[in-house]
């Protein structure tokens, strides 16, 4: 298990903009974004791997979201254009071991950190 820390959910109209945040202590992991709306499942939003060299994406989210490492190689950021209300979710970072949608491979996850888009 490692620990990690998510930031920056907010509540933002549709068409704007966030940006998520998510710590992760030790060494570089392929970290991956899921999210949760209420009484749905959870389902994958992007992935990068430790190097930073692959990423996927969600279909949905393709040319609005971007998902990317920082300086830190244990920190990655998952920019967020043109919102729309159907991306209102609880939004969780997870650490694994190689970039997958399936949410069953990761080994960690955070707490999670709420994104309201608002219409």
């Known amino acids: 298990q490692v620990p990690l820390v998510e930031s920056g959910g907010g509540l933002v109209q549709a068409g704007g903009s966030l940006r998520l945040s998510c710590a992760a202590s030790?060494?570089?992991?392929?970290m991956g974004w899921f999210r949760q709306a209420p009484g749905k499942e959870r389902e994958f939003v992007a992935a990068?791997?430790?190097?930073?060299?692959?990423?996927l994406y969600e279909d949905s989210v393709k040319g609005r979201f971007t998902i990317s490492r920082g300086d830190a190689e244990n920190t990655v950021y998952l920019e967020m254009n043109r919102l729309k209300p159907e991306d209102t979710a609880f939004y969780y970072c997870?650490?694994?071991?190689?970039?997958?949608?399936?949410?069953?491979?990761?080994?960690?996850w955070g707490q999670g950190t709420q994104v309201i888009v608002s219409s």
């Open positions: 990068i791997s430790w190097s930073g060299s692959t990423t």
């Open positions: 997870a650490a694994g071991s190689f970039p997958t949608r399936d949410s069953s491979l990761y080994d960690s």
């Open positions: 030790g060494r570089a992991y392929t």
